[in-house]
């Protein structure tokens, strides 16, 4: 008889200690955010992700180029072309962008390939906290930081960050270790050129060079920069 009980027991305290360790990640991962905001991240769990892939798989060419550059130290032309290549509406939606999300819906149902809709703010969620990959539990996880970010950082800093941790060729991340490798320049000395270059690659940086563009880096390249320019400069971003 007393089997019973016991059980009942176990059962309440198990749920106990799951809603405490539930409990704890929300306001560890609230407190992480919240740090972030104002201490430059040393590195991406994407970052961290390949630097160990590299190292299990044996590949010696792999070498983790990254230096944290603050806003002020960085072209106004790069901000501008990273939004104009990837999240034109980042400074007007709170995260998710549904207009995106619904063309993208629509064009797979006429047929097309399923592009991702993916604002600046989910891919810095993804690159700075969790994995690649498309399982539900991921994309769950996004959201849940996406929206962190959108509530407790301003939308100059999530920006800030993601010039910072975007990876633009292979072992290369942020607007630092691009220019020097690729521009052999400084992040505040990038011209329109070079910035929508940078900008251009970010859709698949193992597949598209910055040193060696081909004709639809180029293309795409020229397209942003028009792009930047009809959304009205630096002046359309966030202050």
Known sequence: MPAVPSRRRWSRRLARWLLLAAAAWFVGSVLLVLLLRFVPPPLSAVMAADWLGAKVSGDHDFVLRHRWTPWQRVSPALPIALVAAEDQRFPLHHGFDFEAIQRAIEEADDGERLRGASTISQQVAKNLFLWSGRSFVRKGLEAYFTVLLETLWPKRRILEVYLNIAEFGHGIYGA????????????????????????????????????????????????????????GGAAYLPH
């Open 176 to 231: 630092a270790a691009a220019s020097e490798q690729f521009f052999h320049t400084t992040p505040e000395r990038l011209d329109a050129r070079q910035s929508a270059l940078l900008a251009a690659v970010l859709p698949n940086p193992a597949r598209f060079r910055v040193d060696r563009p081909s004709p639809y880096v180029l293309r795409r390249a020229a397209w942003i920069q028009r792009q930047a320019n009809q959304l």
